[in-house]
């Protein structure tokens, strides 16, 4: 900025003497046009040499006091909005990102480009800030919790007095918030790297009927432990992905599914394809969502309330979703409190896969 404003005190020096010059030729040559050099002139006799008559002296005077004046009129028109542009680029460093300089009424040349420019800026910088910032307060917040508990209850084992069935339930839940904290700052992890542009999307062909049969056995003791009916067809269909990564979107949708599906309860889960396009439906009777909440879910720490008192992280849909986004597919959910949630997965089908 203070380049800029240098830059531009320089060429309004140079334009400054120009005028100056410019006004002096045109003024001598107006007397000169209308007196003749012999008037204007007298001889000095001191010193032997012509010197101005006092009207062209005056005139010159006159003219420099003029373009003065003018080019004064001038820089300050020009200067003012510049050193708006360098008061408002000051607060923005000092982390003041509400500044806005009003270029309305101001005759559309380059610096009032410049002033839209910095205004779109600092708009999307404030935006920017804004997620920082939540997402600061959010990872704290999220450690935070596990972090006191672990604490609280490290300090209750101490007591010497305390009975075996209280240290073992105080053990039992330093070593589940052990646990949460471990899985908080792994997904955190996967989350930003996925996030980044630096991951690279490896191109394998599997079988995606497999991977899922595979992630259902995976994940067998949990839905069996909960009485859990799996409805499951799928068709086989050869996939071009990264094959860790897409076993992570079934982990965590189905894992979810049985999460959030109560005791006696239905899953089903569907793959086919359809007009180039491979689908994967997961649906459960389970707890369900309202609308408001359905548009929040993908968010990055984002967990309904009553899901609170179950394990999760709320990471695990922004991960999934941005797997299958990385695999230019789409995934969306629709939900109806208290009657079940069903998440549908699409993804281009390539021509090579098959
Ligand atoms: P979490 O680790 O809490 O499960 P997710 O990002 O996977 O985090 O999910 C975000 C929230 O979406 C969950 O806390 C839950 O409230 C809701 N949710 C996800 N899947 C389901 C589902 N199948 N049924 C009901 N609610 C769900």
């Given amino acids: 900025m203070k380049k800029i404003i240098s830059s531009l005190v320089f060429e309004y020096m140079i334009i400054f003497v120009g005028v100056l010059l410019i006004t002096n030729i045109v003024a001598s040559t107006v007397v000169l046009m209308i007196f003749g050099f012999e008037n204007l002139t007298i001889l000095d006799t001191f010193n032997g040499i012509q010197k101005p008559t006092m009207i062209a002296l005056r005139i010159s005077l006159m003219s420099m006091v003029v373009g003065t004046f003018f080019i004064y009129i001038a820089t300050k028109f020009v200067l003012k909005p510049i050193n708006k542009l360098s008061e408002a680029a000051k607060k923005v460093t000092d982390g003041d990102f509400s500044v806005i300089i009003p270029s309305e009424g101001i005759i559309k040349n380059e610096i009032t480009t410049l002033m839209d420019n910095f205004n779109l800026m ?9 997620l920082h910032k939540d997402f600061v307060s959010n990872v704290s917040h999220e450690f935070k919790t596990p972090i006191t508990a672990i ?12 009975k075996e069935d209280k240290r073992l339930e105080y053990a039992e839940i330093i070593t589940r918030q052990s646990t949460r904290l471990s899985k908080l700052s792994t997904d955190l992890l996967r989350l930003s790297e996925l996030e980044s542009d630096q991951i690279t999307i490896k191109s394998e062909i ?13 994940l067998q003791s949990e839905w069996e432990q909960k009485n859990i009916d799996m ?3 799928l068709e086989k269909i050869n996939f071009i992905g990264d094959k860790a990564l897409i076993y992570q979107v079934w982990v965590n949708i189905i894992g979810n599914a049985i999460r959030y599906t109560n005791i006696n309860g239905n899953i089903g889960v569907k793959l086919h394809h ?14 369900g969502m309202t609308v408001e909440q359905q548009n929040s879910i993908f968010e990055r720490f984002y967990r309904v309330e009553e899901s609170r008192t179950t394990e999760g992280t709320g990471l695990g849909l922004p991960i999934a979703k941005r797997i299958i986004v990385l695999h230019g597919g789409n995934i969306y959910a629709k939900s109806e409190l208290n009657n079940g949630t069903e998440f549908v997965i699409e993804f281009e089908q390539k021509n090579d896969a098959f």
Avoid: C, H, M
């Fill in 151 to 162: 604490l609280g209850y490290a300090e209750l084992l101490a007591s010497p007095t305390l």
């Fill in 274 to 287: 359809v007009d180039g396009r491979i689908i994967a439906v997961i649906k459960d009777n389970g707890i």
């Fill in 122 to 130: 600092v708009k999307e910088l404030s935006k920017i800030e804004y």
């Fill in 206 to 218: 599997f079988r995606l009927d497999e991977q899922i049969l595979d992630v259902i056995l995976l």
């Fill in 231 to 233: 409805d499951i067809t």
